[in-house]
């Protein structure tokens, strides 16, 4: 069954760029027709969208973060990721990895088990 | 942006008992709207999309309805298992927006 993990480093310092990747594992992440997005989820509080990449290869991203994002797709190694660029502490939070279903109405039909990032010096 | 807001924000409940937790959005969308279970310390897991269909594994007592801008899941008879957080989402523009979540406890 397709399986996502989330890596990358757990602690960033203040106006650095977080990180991260998505490994997709038990299918390829070009086979079908599967967007791909990341999500965030800061301690005790709910879900932020952060942004998509499409099996296309274009993006979206939430307006909210002000153009810091950058998602991308490696599909040699089966992998996508997200850069954030001058993170503060509000970035601090959970960050997951989804499967975009199209056949159910672009839920997110698997999840990463997620990974934690602090923002500290 | 669509603002989803649900009701209520948390509810005590027993085991047995049926249980509706109520989604509403700031503008209508048709059925683009998912339902998610969270446990403590893990990832969302989908329940319901497009509004009312159950997504494959998920139990039958789970069940969804709405269209527009007002929605609702509800757990016929709730199982031990399903004491968790509940959020709702929707799926038909950008940005994507949650709802703030639904904690679920043991009475």
């Known amino acids: 069954q397709v399986q996502l993990q989330e890596s990358g480093p757990g602690l960033v310092k203040p106006s650095q760029t977080l990180s991260l990747t998505c490994t997709v594992s038990g299918a390829s992440i070009n086979s079908g027709s599967y967007d791909w997005d990341w999500i965030r989820q800061p301690a005790g509080k709910g879900l932020e969208w952060i942004g998509r990449i499409y099996n296309v290869g274009s993006t979206n991203s939430n307006p909210s973060l002000k153009s810091r994002v950058t998602i991308s797709v490696d599909t040699s190694k089966n992998q996508f990721s997200l850069r954030l660029r001058s993170v503060t502490a509000a970035d601090t939070a959970v960050y997951y990895c989804?499967?975009?279903?199209?056949?159910?109405?672009?839920?997110?039909?698997?999840w990463g088990q997620g990974t934690m990032v602090t923002v500290s010096s | 942006d669509i603002q989803m807001t649900q009701s209520p924000s948390s509810v005590s409940a027993s085991v047995g008992d049926r249980v509706t937790i109520t989604c509403r959005a700031s503008?209508?969308?048709?059925?683009?709207l998912a339902w998610y279970q969270q446990k403590p310390g893990k990832a969302p897991k989908l329940l319901i999309y497009?509004?009312?269909s159950l997504q494959s594994g998920v139990p039958s007592r789970f069940s969804g309805s709405g269209s527009g801008t007002d929605f609702t899941l509800t757990i016929s008879s709730l199982q031990p298992e399903d004491f968790a957080t509940y959020y709702c989402q929707q799926t038909n523009s950008f940005p994507i927006t949650f709802g703030q979540g639904t904690r679920l406890e043991i009475k």
């Open positions: 989804v499967r975009v279903q199209p056949g159910a109405f672009d839920a997110f039909d698997i």
């Open positions: 497009g509004a009312s």
């Open positions: 503008q209508g969308f048709g059925t683009w």
